[in-house]
């Protein structure tokens, strides 16, 4: 009887929504087949094997427009359990896509796995990544590009082209060897570089650069505007990126439009996007620099690691002429701050826009619940080195915490995240933020470490209220912008300094808070946010059919199975967990065999 109930209920808002829509159809399908697998380059010069997608290193682009449905077949030709990330798509009702630990088992190396989602409500610029092991390190990223849908205009003149520019520090070590590093407590060192789109740095300097690099080369035509749409995608190093004599328009950040300002230079943070307009406004007879550097780094012991591209006039007669722009002064973090504070929401552009819809009130609504998420350098617990917020460090369950909470599986998290550093040691835990539903949190990064840290949150978009240096009180709040702070993904913290952020929790799921310095994240700086409908069943989105079980759960687990091939060296199955793996995969063999 209630089954029916339900049942009627979904039919009748199934209806209503075709009714809406005048029956015009549904929202376009995209399908797309991604391989995802090693290949050998050398973009500095030495050769490497980088994760590629379909073959190419960095992945494709995903274009899209406002509410598509992707559809993306993803192959694991790996050596490793996989898992793509879409950092900033929302996955409305949705964590079963997000691909990060808490929300999926991990695609076992030789699988394939469908991810399927809506892009509902968003436009912007943002990236997707592997979101396990390290693997970004190794590339295995790429552009994700949400337009405006065609009846609502943008905030701006159409530019006369649109171009994706992915900028990450880079190490000629794998995310292998990387990680290990990080396991033994040693830091990442400096970068062995900075590449733009995957492609070592031009040669601006001969006793700086070597031979014979393959370079980015962007081709531009005299007097014409283009769309930058700029990722910092590495691991852990902020970058200043600036062009030669060019002036930058900042016109969106992570799917908001922004007030448009020019800059010189803007500071991109790990994990965070940016559009800019570039008016094609100088002397078209040579090229100019496009440059990615480290921030508030030692420029001379750092002076390998800068990235150049070449902005390219059609009809240019010779190289870039002159030294490189000049950064901001290189420890100068005031000036990046009131940079940071300087970026505004355009509050009366249309645009599809996350919740909540259509209010600019954000300042006007009642703060539910208060957290202050303090995050320290790496320390050891039971002799290996982790990182921690509120004192703890994330434990990896088997099972994932999504998964978890539908198969009713006890005692794999617990929902009792600290709302406040806590004066006890520091400790492994999966411990969850209990989000309530249609609350509005409040989030406070406290930077207890000395260098820049960004946070991001999946499922939502938040608004940046404020950021200072020293420890926040209540009475920062005084200093909060309650009328157009920038709705975002990412944010950075600088250290010894905090950031504000409020966020509607309308979106139910569970859903990762992390730090964006790979580094950090891997050694346990992330949680996650647990947010429940506790009025309707089934307001989330319902498990995949094609979900992969893994854990607990893997008896479940039918197709592929006997192609499960897993490696050694993971995060996911490594440990004394592997030999209660070893046990579930026979189990699970057992109970093909019963079948067959
Ligand atoms: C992305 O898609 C839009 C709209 O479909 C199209 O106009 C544009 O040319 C595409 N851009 C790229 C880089 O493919
Ligand atoms: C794997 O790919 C095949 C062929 O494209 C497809 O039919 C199948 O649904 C995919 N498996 C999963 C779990 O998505
Ligand atoms: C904000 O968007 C409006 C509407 O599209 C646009 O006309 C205006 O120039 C934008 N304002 C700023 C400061 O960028
Ligand atoms: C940005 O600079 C251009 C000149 O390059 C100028 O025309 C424009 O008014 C400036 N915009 C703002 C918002 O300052
Ligand atoms: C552009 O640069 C070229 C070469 O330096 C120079 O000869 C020419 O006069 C410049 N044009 C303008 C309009 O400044
Ligand atoms: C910067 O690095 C150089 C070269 O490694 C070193 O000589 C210098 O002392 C460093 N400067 C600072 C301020 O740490
Ligand atoms: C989470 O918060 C809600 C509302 O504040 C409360 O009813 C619920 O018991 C909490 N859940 C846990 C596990 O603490
Ligand atoms: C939700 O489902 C549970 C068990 O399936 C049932 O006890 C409860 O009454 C349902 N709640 C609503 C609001 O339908």
Redesign the pocket.
């Known amino acids: 009887m209630?089954s029916g109930v339900?049942f009627a209920g979904t039919y009748l808002s199934v209806n209503l929504l075709c009714l809406f829509k005048l029956c015009l159809g549904e929202d376009p399908y995209v399908y797309i087949d991604w391989r995802v697998s090693y290949s050998t380059v050398s973009p500095l010069g030495v050769q490497q094997q980088v994760i590629a997608i379909n073959g190419h290193f960095p992945g494709p682009i995903l274009n899209v427009t406002t509410n598509w449905n992707v559809v993306i077949n993803v192959k694991n030709d790996l050596d490793e359990p996989l898992l793509l990330t879409w950092s900033g798509i929302q996955q409305r009702k949705n964590s079963w896509q997000d691909g990060v630990s808490g929300t999926n088992c991990p695609i076992p190396a030789d699988w394939n796995w469908t991810y399927q989602f809506q892009v509902k409500d968003q436009i912007g610029s943002f990236f997707y990544f592997p979101s396990l092991n390290f693997h970004r390190a190794s590339g295995g990223y790429g552009g994700i590009t949400i337009n405006n849908r065609e009846v609502i205009p943008l905030p701006f003149d159409i530019p006369d082209g649109d171009i994706t520019l992915l900028i990450s520090d880079w190490y000629t070590k794998s995310h292998k060897g990387l990680r290990k590093d990080l396991e033994d407590g040693n830091d990442l060192g400096v970068p062995d570089g900075v590449l733009f789109n995957g492609l070592g740095p031009y040669r601006y300097n001969e006793a700086m650069v070597p031979e014979n690099i393959a370079y980015l080369i962007v081709d531009v035509e005299p007097g014409k505007t283009y769309r930058l749409r700029v990722s910092n995608v590495g691991i852990s190093t902020s970058l200043n990126f600036r062009i030669q004599n060019h002036n930058l328009v900042l016109i969106e950040t992570e799917g908001s439009y922004t007030n448009q300002q020019n800059y010189t230079d803007m500071d991109i943070h790990v994990g965070q996007s940016y559009s800019f307009l570039v008016t094609m406004d100088q002397n078209a007879s040579s090229d100019y620099y496009i440059v990615a550097s480290p921030r508030f780094v030692n420029s001379s012991a750092w002076a390998r690691s800068i990235g150049v591209a070449i902005l390219h006039y059609s009809s240019s007669q010779g190289p870039p002429t002159g030294p490189l722009p000049d950064p901001p002064d290189e420890f100068d973090t005031s000036y990046s701050m009131n940079q940071a504070r300087s970026i505004r929401w355009n509050v009366s552009a249309s645009a599809a826009r996350p919740n909540p819809q259509g209010s600019f009130r954000y300042g006007q609504i009642t703060v539910t619940d208060v957290y202050v998420i303090l995050n320290t350098p790496p320390v050891l617990i039971d002799g290996k080195w982790h990182t921690t917020l509120n004192g703890i460090s994330y434990f990896e369950p088997l099972t994932p915490l999504k998964l978890a909470q539908q198969f009713n599986v006890p005692g794999v998290y617990k929902i009792d995240f600290p709302n406040r550093p806590m004066n006890r040691p520091s400790k492994l835990d999966t411990s969850l933020i209990n989000g309530t539903y249609k609350g509005f949190i409040e989030i406070i990064f406290q930077n207890g470490d000395t260098t820049v840290q960004s946070y991001h949150l999946d499922g939502y978009a938040f608004f940046v209220v404020g950021m200072d240096f020293g420890v926040w009180t209540e009475n920062s709040r005084g200093t909060y912008n309650k009328w157009d702070g920038v709705a975002r993904c990412t944010t950075q913290v600088f250290p010894g300094a905090w950031t504000a952020i409020l966020v509607s929790l309308d979106n139910p799921g569970i859903w990762n808070l992390r730090a964006d310095n790979l580094n950090s994240w891997y050694l346990g700086q992330e949680t996650y946010l647990s947010v429940v409908n506790p009025?309707?069943?089934n307001s989330e989105v319902p498990l995949p059919m094609n979900t992969i079980y893994c854990g607990v759960l893997s008896p479940l687990q039918k197709d592929q199975s006997r192609r499960v091939k897993f490696s050694g060296s993971n995060r996911v199955f490594d440990g004394s967990r592997r030999a209660l793996f070893a046990l579930i995969i026979t189990l699970v063999r057992f109970l093909i065999g019963l079948q067959c």
């Open positions: 209630l339900l009025e309707i069943n």
